[in-house]
């Protein structure tokens, strides 16, 4: 099977105008959306739209419309003409566990029928209840030889109170085949102001690994909420940063309201 568990850390780093860095264990999962069917089927704590200890919902992710994870994003990329020989997509997630989850941010790997990735896209929530798609892209003039290129994107959607709208995102992906690294940076007038990692060593997502990392890591994935309020806690009792209200949504890929 492709789906795999990626077992590591997520770091932010804020670098203007105050420095604010943390660092916390994570384990998120590499799901290959064609086999989830699949999974329910083998892995007894894995359920596929229904309860289990583990479980991944269509409803979480995307619109409200009918279908699976692939079918809504693959109706999305049509919708805006972006519908080119998407083969098989690998969603990077945190699962629900016991029946919860909140997930920062979601991407996914559009591959090929040749397994070559083709498109990538940034699902990222907010503590507002709101959601909101990004497809960056890469700058066709860019050459970076063999490392990875980046891609890019402007700011539409407000994830931080102590950030404004300015801004452009530079995203890095490791490889789907790989230990997972993927890179965010946050930049205004060509400065980074704040940047964020996601690492994690990977393995297979079998049942004596899932049974192996709910004993052992049970509360990680009711974490993720409570330490984003305590680093803005921080941010405004201590760092004395600004405050910057949420404006109301205006673009068309800001999709749907979230239930908390």
């Avoid at 020989?85 to 920062?104: G, H, K, W």
């Avoid at 931080?160 to 993927?182: R, T, V």
């Avoid at 890179?183 to 996601?198: P, S």
């Amino acid at each position: 099977m492709n789906s795999k568990i990626f077992k590591g850390f997520v770091e932010h780093t804020r670098l203007h105008p105050v420095r604010h860095a943390f660092k916390y264990p994570l384990y998120v999962y590499g799901f290959d959306l064609d086999e989830l069917t699949h999974l329910d089927r083998e892995l007894p704590f894995f359920g596929y739209n229904r309860l289990r200890p583990v479980s991944l919902h269509d409803s979480d992710y995307l619109n409200e419309s009918r279908g699976s994870i692939k079918e809504k994003l693959l109706n999305l990329l049509n919708a805006d003409g972006l519908d080119d020989t998407v083969s098989s997509i690998i969603l990077i997630t945190s699962a629900r566990y016991l029946n919860y989850a909140f997930n920062p941010v979601n991407f996914y790997y559009c591959l090929n029928a040749g397994g070559d990735v083709i498109r990538m896209v940034a699902e990222v929530n907010n503590t507002f209840g709101e959601r909101h798609v990004y497809v960056p892209k890469q700058k066709p003039d860019q050459n970076n030889g063999n490392k990875p290129s980046p891609y890019y994107t402007t700011k539409a959607f407000h994830v931080s109170p102590f950030n404004d709208m300015a801004g452009e995102y530079e995203f890095l992906f490791s490889s789907p085949n790989e230990a997972l690294d993927i890179k965010i940076r946050l930049l205004k007038g060509g400065t980074e102001a704040f940047n964020a990692r996601l690492q994690g060593k990977q393995m297979p997502l079998t049942a004596a690994n899932l049974i192996k990392l709910i004993l052992r890591h049970p509360f990680v994935p009711h974490l993720t909420k409570p330490r984003i309020f305590m680093e803005a806690a921080r941010l405004y009792f201590q760092k004395h940063m600004a405050y910057h209200p949420k404006p109301e949504p205006v673009s068309p890929m800001t999709i749907k309201k979230v239930r908390s």
